[in-house]
C-alpha cells in the first residue's frame, strides 16, 4: 500500500538525538516516573505495586481502572465508549482505517497531523484539504467547510488544540461544525491530543465526543500529560465507531502494554496535579515566546490560544527547510520547517519544553536571524 511519507516525523527522526536545544518537540516537558509518583503523592515504594503484576497480555481493550480513568476526561462518556490503542497515532490510525473506504469523500484540516489526510488518501479516498488561514486566527472558514461538506461526506477530520498553529475551537464553533457534519451524514473524527493544555480558564476544552452523536475523539498520554513514553492513547467514541476499531486492532494492537496501563491510570487519576504542571509550563513559556515575537522584527505570528506549539512566519527569502538546517547547523536550534507541514515560509516552534532551554535557544535563533538580517 503506497503512502505518503511523513514529513515531520521523518524531520525528526533525523535530527532530535542531534540538536543541543530541541525547539521541535511538542510534548510538554517530558516527567520522569520519579515526578510522575511525586506528582500523585506517592514515592518510590509504590514501585513495588509492580511488582505482583503478571505480564500477560493484560486487560485487552484496556484495564476498567484505565478506561474510567479516561472517561473522567470527558462529560458524556463511559467506560464502554472507550479503546485504548498504542498512541494517539495509533488512535487515529485505526479510526481512518475502520471508517474510510475507496472512494469515500474525507475532509481535513490542513495543517493538522499528516496521518489525517495521507492515511485517507493511502486507502483511495477523495480527500478535500480544509485549509487554515492566518487571517482567519487558523480556524476553520466554516462556509467553505459547508460548500465542501456535500451530503455522503463519510468523514470530517479535525484537530483541536490544533497542531502546529496553536489554534483553539471553542464549543460553540464545534457544535457549528457538528450541524454541518450532521446535515451530511458525515463523521466528525477530532484529534485532541493536545487537549488540556489551553492558555485561559480551566485548560480543557469541550470534546466533540460530548456534542455530536457522531463525535470520534482521539488522544493520548504524550502532550498535555507528558508522557510521551508510555506509548499510550485512546479512541472515545460510539459503540458502533468501538466496534469498528477493535476489528482492525484484533490484527495491529492485542492490548497496550499493562505498565504502560498502570502509570496512564495513576497520572489520569492525577491529573489535576499533571495538568496543573503542564499548564504552569506553557503558560509561562508563551508569555516567554510572546515577548520575543514582539522584539524580532523579522517574525510575526498568530499567538496560540492552546497546545504546545506555535508557526512563526519569517521575513527572510530563505526556504524553511535551509532556514532550519542553517539554524541547526550554526546554533544546535532544532524548529521544524513549514515545508513538513504544507506551511512554506513558516517554521514551528515547540515552546512547551523546560523554560531555560526555551530561553537559551531563543536567545541563539535571535543571533542567527541578526546574522540573516544583516546580509538582506
Ligand atoms: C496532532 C497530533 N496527533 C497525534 C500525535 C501522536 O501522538 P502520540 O504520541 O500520542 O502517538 C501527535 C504527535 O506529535 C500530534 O501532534
New binding site residues.
Given amino acids: 500500500m503506497h503512502i505518503a511519507p511523513f514529513g515531520?516525523e521523518i524531520w525528526m527522526n533525523e535530527f532530535e538525538t542531534r540538536c543541543e536545544f530541541n525547539l521541535a518537540e511538542?510534548c510538554v516537558e517530558s516527567l520522569t516516573i520519579a515526578q510522575l509518583l511525586a506528582l500523585a503523592g506517592r514515592n518510590s515504594d509504590s514501585l513495588s505495586d509492580l511488582l505482583p503484576l503478571k505480564m500477560t497480555y493484560g486487560a485487552i481493550q484496556g484495564s476498567d481502572r484505565l478506561r474510567d480513568a479516561i472517561a473522567a476526561l470527558y462529560e458524556r462518556q463511559g467506560r464502554e465508549d472507550i479503546v485504548v490503542t498504542h498512541?494517539?497515532?495509533?488512535a487515529?490510525a485505526l479510526v481512518h482505517q475502520a471508517l474510510v473506504s475507496r472512494g469515500d469523500r474525507v475532509i481535513s484540516v490542513i495543517p493538522?497531523?499528516q496521518?489525517h489526510y495521507s492515511i485517507p488518501e493511502s486507502i483511495g479516498a477523495e480527500v478535500l484539504p480544509l485549509r487554515l488561514r492566518a487571517e482567519n486566527a487558523f480556524l476553520p472558514d466554516l462556509a467553505e467547510l459547508r460548500g465542501l461538506a456535500t451530503p455522503g461526506t463519510r468523514l470530517i477530520a479535525i484537530?483541536n488544540p490544533n497542531?502546529p498553529t496553536g489554534a483553539l475551537m471553542e464549543r460553540a464553533m464545534l457544535e457549528e461544525i457538528a450541524g454541518i457534519a450532521r446535515a451530511c451524514g458525515a463523521w466528525i473524527l477530532c484529534?485532541e491530543?493536545?487537549r488540556g493544555t489551553d492558555q485561559e480558564g480551566g485548560g480543557m476544552t469541550a470534546s466533540i465526543a460530548d456534542l455530536y452523536e457522531k463525535g470520534i475523539s482521539?488522544a493520548?498520554?504524550?502532550?498535555a500529560f507528558s508522557l510521551?513514553g508510555l506509548?499510550l492513547?485512546w479512541v472515545a467514541a460510539p459503540r458502533e465507531v468501538i466496534e469498528a476499531v477493535m476489528q482492525h486492532r484484533d490484527y495491529n494492537t492485542i492490548s497496550v502494554g499493562v505498565i504502560d496501563d498502570f502509570f496512564a491510570a495513576l497520572a489520569l487519576e492525577n491529573q489535576d496535579k499533571v495538568l496543573a504542571r503542564s499548564q504552569a509550563i506553557t503558560r509561562g513559556n508563551l508569555a516567554m515566546l510572546a515577548a520575543w515575537v514582539e522584539r524580532e522584527p523579522l517574525i510575526s505570528w498568530v499567538r496560540p490560544r492552546s497546545g504546545t506549539t506555535a508557526l512563526l512566519k519569517y521575513d527572510l527569502d530563505l526556504p524553511s527547510r535551509s532556514f532550519c538546517l542553517d539554524l541547526l547547523q550554526e546554533t544546535g536550534v532544532m524548529f521544524t520547517p513549514g515545508s513538513a507541514l504544507e506551511m512554506e515560509g513558516h517554521v514551528r516552534i515547540g515552546y512547551a519544553n523546560a523554560p531555560e532551554i526555551l530561553a537559551a535557544g531563543l536567545e541563539r535563533v535571535s543571533a542567527f536571524l541578526a546574522r540573516r538580517a544583516g546580509r538582506q
Avoid: C, E, L
Avoid at 87 to 90: D, E, F, V
Fill in positions: 515531520v511538542t498512541g494517539t497515532i495509533g487515529n493538522t497531523y496521518q484537530n497542531n484529534d491530543v493536545y482521539t493520548g498520554m504524550s502532550k510521551a506509548r492513547g
